[in-house]
């Protein structure tokens, strides 16, 4: 696929087929995002793949935790935030209510949808050892941008879920990742469901104009 087009018709999935990927389509996956530069070239990301049963039994810790301790999904702000972050906001959630089934709440759905994966058949942990600076959070988000484009021109769907670093403790003992890697994000990955409604949503992009500033020629 051309990248101008996965990049115009990239989106997040949040219904996936139960349908397992393969391990040379993960090999193949990681291995295009896994192309992302980085600062000195220090590939500062750390891996973890979780499928089947197993991505199964993570879930069901994930889901037991955030009911326990309510945690929800939201902006990660110290501060409240200035309106024009809060209509984006509100602009997400009227592109996905819409297809959701009448009786379900929005906030329930994207913190349950979450810590499932969505249903994705894999869960991909991103960590990144405690030694580096925030800086080198950069370096993770361009490796995760790499990766959601590849999947999609590979025809898989994704779903980033930041939800997930709420319980870094629970996802460390879990897959048994040492104590000084923290977790940066999970993304979903699996076969888009056709037929769930919730993946027609499309989100909208604030304009140029709101988001730019211009000086010389
Ligand atoms: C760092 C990051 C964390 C995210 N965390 C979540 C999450 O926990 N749950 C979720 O449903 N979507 C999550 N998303 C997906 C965003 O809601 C989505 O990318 C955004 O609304 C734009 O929609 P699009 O991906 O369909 O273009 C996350 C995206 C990013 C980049």
Redesign the pocket.
Known sequence: MDIMKAIET???T?AFLDKPLGKDTLEKLLSLATRAPSAINLQPWEIYVVSGEDRKRLSRILVKRMRERNIS?GPGASRPLPDYFVERQRG?LECIVPNLPEDHDFQDF?NE??CDF?GAPTGIIVTIDEVFSSARLTDI?VF?GYLLLAAHSLGLGT??????TAFDDEIKEFLNIPEEKKVV?GIAVGHADPDGPVNR???TRAPLSELVRWRGN
Not at 159 to 164: A, T
């Open positions: 990239r989106r997040s949040r999904c997400l994207i949808g979450s969505y988000g995760v779903c980033p879920i930041g939800l997930i994000i949503s499309l989100s």
